[in-house]
T-cell receptor, first 113, second 112 residues
Framework: DGGITQSPKYLFRKEGQNVTLSCEQN?????MYWYRQDPGQGLRLIYY???????QKGDIAEGYSVSREKKESFPLTVTSAQKNPTAFYLC????????????FGSGTQLSVL | GEDVEQSLFLSVREGDSSVINCTYT??????LYWYKQEPGAGLQLLTY?????DMKQDQRLTVLLNKKDKHLSLRIADTQTGDSAIYFC????????????FGSGTQLTVLP
């Protein structure tokens, strides 16, 4: 089945540690996105990528980094510079500029130890 | 910038209709969406409507759009306990790589 796979489902970060969240899609979608969700709030855009080897900052990129070396993969690194990383992280993808539908993975819950 | 607003909570009795409301500010919005999120899961696209439409119906779901007032609503007929979830309204503009602006979500609770 085609879809978006996020791993791990749960992740714990120690102080000063960088952690990487995985996002893989087999939908052959061009564009991929990372959102952060906090309780009682909408989704906020962290980074997005329209094409391999290119990505843009979203509204809350500080403390995060991404790479897009392959079309199907868009990993997100939460660096130690992100002082409040506890949140639910959602990866999404869509076909391209002509496709308005955004599809989501099942999310990763990141917590600080 | 763009803003999308929703009320945070809604409770209905099983079998009744639910109406979830949303307002948005971006007059250039091309598409408006409704997503459903169950606990600990990602967002599932329920339905969407083009900004040149007034209404869209899909089985138990009816979307109404008042473009003049920038008001969107989602009506769920014969609400079931399985409809309990968070519902997100979102708006987007065709050709915009940044994609969607989301509301804060409405927690729908269906009471037996």
């Amino acid at each position: 089945d085609g879809g978006i796979t996020q791993s791990p489902k749960y992740l714990f970060r120690k102080e000063g540690q960088n952690v990487t969240l995985s996002c893989e899609q087999n939908l052959n979608h061009d564009a991929m996105y990372w959102y952060r969700q906090d309780p009682g709030q909408g989704l906020r855009l962290i980074y997005y990528s329209q094409i391999v080897n290119d990505f843009q900052k979203g509204d809350i990129a500080e403390g995060y980094s991404v790479s897009r070396e392959k079309k199907e993969s868009f990993p997100l690194t939460v660096t130690s510079a992100q002082k409040n990383p506890t949140a639910f992280y959602l990866c999404a993808s869509r076909q391209g500029d002509s496709d308005e539908k955004l599809f989501f993975g099942s999310g990763t819950q990141l917590s600080v130890l | 910038g763009e803003d999308v607003e929703q009320s945070l909570f809604l409770s209905v009795r099983e079998g009744d209709s639910s109406v979830i409301n949303c307002t948005y500010t971006d007059s250039s919005s091309t598409y408006l969406y409704w997503y459903k999120q169950e606990p600990g899961a990602g967002l599932q696209l329920l339905t969407y409507i083009f900004s040149n439409m007034d209404m869209k119906q899909d089985q138990r779901l009816t979307v109404l759009l008042n473009k003049k007032d920038k008001h969107l609503s989602l009506r769920i007929a014969d609400t079931q306990t399985g409809d309990s979830a968070i519902y997100f309204c979102a708006e987007g503009t065709s050709g915009s790589a940044r994609q969607l602006t989301f509301g804060s979500g409405t927690q729908l609770t269906v009471l037996p």
